[in-house]
């Protein structure tokens, strides 16, 4: 059985101070997948890490994704405001679309 | 391209009652799936298609029943509500070779007393 474990699930933050999120996950997987929600929305893509070594970028997040550790990480650099959301990583079954496995997600705060 | 869209927004059910969430999406998208998403936690598969006329159960699909009859539409059937049934449901759609990252819809919060 495939787990998804994200720590921390809880981050309070400073404004302009950086953070990482980490996503563990148990078994071999192809894809894995970042995703951002704001509360009472959807989840919307942030980013797709298909193979070993592969980083994404998007102004002051940045993905990572180690498929030997099984880790995969969300770096947050001086963080602001607008990035307080919870993020999920999830990782794809068998690498089937659709059949993805989330994790509990991690609560950021970024505090003035 | 409207993308995602799922009907009803809100539902409040009585136990016992049965009721379809709709979903459709209009990105040609082979994939799709249904989440359901508790209080404080990820979302959990609860049934999924790899395309028209094939379907697949995920990780809770007890309750629940999918049909595909077409690539656009993917509703979802609770047969008799149960209060463990209250949740945030999800419909997603993906399409593989693009990278395999689903977009949600809007979603429908279902309570049922």
């Known amino acids: 059985e495939l787990k998804v474990e994200q720590n921390p699930l809880f981050l309070s933050m400073q404004e302009e101070k950086n953070y990482t999120i980490y996503c563990n996950y148990s078994?071999?997987?192809?894809?894995l997948y970042w995703y951002r929600q704001d509360p009472g929305k959807s989840l919307e893509s942030l980013f797709v890490l298909l193979s070993n070594g592969a980083v994404k970028q998007e102004g002051r997040l940045m993905a990572s994704l180690d498929t030997k550790a099984r880790l995969s990480t969300l770096h947050i650099t001086a963080a602001v405001h607008d990035l307080s959301a919870t993020y999920f990583c999830?990782?794809?079954?068998?690498?089937?679309?659709?059949?993805?496995?989330f994790g509990d997600g991690t609560t950021l705060t970024v505090k003035p | 391209n409207a993308g995602v869209t799922q009907t009803p927004k809100f539902q409040v059910l009585k136990t016992g009652q049965s009721m379809t969430l709709q979903c459709a999406q209009d990105m040609n998208h082979e994939y799709m799936s249904w989440y359901r998403q508790d209080p404080g936690m990820g979302l959990r598969l609860i049934h999924y298609?790899?395309?028209?006329?094939?379907?697949d159960q995920g990780e809770v699909p007890n309750g629940y029943n999918v049909s595909r009859s077409t690539t656009e539409d993917f509703p979802l059937r609770l047969l008799s509500a149960a209060p463990s049934q209250t949740s945030v449901y999800f419909c997603a759609s993906s399409y593989s070779l693009a990278g395999g990252e689903q977009y949600f819809g809007p979603g429908t919060r279902l309570t049922v007393t």
């Open positions: 298609s790899v395309g028209a006329g094939i379907t």
């Open positions: 999830a990782v794809d079954r068998n690498t089937n679309a659709g059949k993805s496995t």
């Open positions: 078994t071999t997987s192809d894809r």
